[in-house]
């Protein structure tokens, strides 16, 4: 008889970190309604501006190293105690891992590292000391670092792993996401028939789901703790 693991997978989204302060994408007053994706975030806009692409990401790690995890984030850690869990994140802040979460994937990579903006550039990744990563900072081949960011159009080196971790999981909680961006947003259609399937969002009665979905129509840390009682 199949001894039940119970393992847990958290797809996190940009408004895990809502209510630590660090403002989504797409929500109104979000970070695509004061900057345009094409001039920050995309390798054209590299070639074409790296300084305001480095500034844009300056700008994000500074608010970032500003801010603390929140209770959702804490209790997602503390569910560690109870179960095996792995944290999906389309987020690049590091703050799953400074509330204790010990297994984080980051699909779109993690702010805090930088790598080579020449080729290979996902063989190796570097930490940045502080908020400010400057024209000046070099690979050891010559190149410029630029940020540990997946930008639209780049490969999502991480993704057959984040497909094989859903497929296996017992329980999908998913939180934060508007699951607007492909492939990160696909991951949901990863899960095994029998798996319990939960959404926290507080516009998740737009959504369209898949059947299965349970709905909590919260903010993280109010929905996280709905459903850690259940769990
Ligand atoms: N708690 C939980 N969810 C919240 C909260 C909150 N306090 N506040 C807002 N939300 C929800 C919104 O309702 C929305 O569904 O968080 C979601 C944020 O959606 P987006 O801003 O689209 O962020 P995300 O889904 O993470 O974007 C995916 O797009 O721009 C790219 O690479 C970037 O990783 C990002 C990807």
Known sequence: MKIKTNQIVVFSGAGMSAESGISTFRDSGGLWEQYKIEEVATPEAWRKNPSLVQQFYNFRRKQILECKPNKGHLMIAQLERRFPVTVITQNIDDLHE???????????????????????????????????????????????????VVWFGE?????????????????????????????????????????????????????????????????????????????
């Not at 400074?98 to 980051?106: M, W, Y």
């Not at 699951?179 to 516009?203: C, E, F, M, Q, W």
């Open 98 to 148: 400074r509330a204790g979460s010990k297994h984080v994937l980051h699909l779109h990579g993690n702010i805090r590292l930088s790598k080579s903006s020449g080729p290979n550039s996902d063989r190796n990744y570097f930490p940045i000391e502080g908020w400010e990563l400057t024209m000046e900072d070099r690979c050891p081949e010559g190149y410029i670092l630029r940020p540990h």
């Open 155 to 231: 490969e999502v080196p991480m993704l057959s792993k984040a497909a094989e971790m859903v497929s296996k999981a017992d329980i999908l909680i998913v939180v934060g996401t508007s699951l607007n961006v492909y492939p990160a947003a696909g991951l949901i259609h990863y899960t095994k028939s029998d798996a319990r399937k939960y959404i926290i969002d507080p516009n998740v009665h737009e959504f369209s789901l898949p059947s299965g979905f349970t709905s909590i129509q919260a903010g993280a840390e109010e929905g996280l703790q709905q459903l850690l009682k259940e769990l």
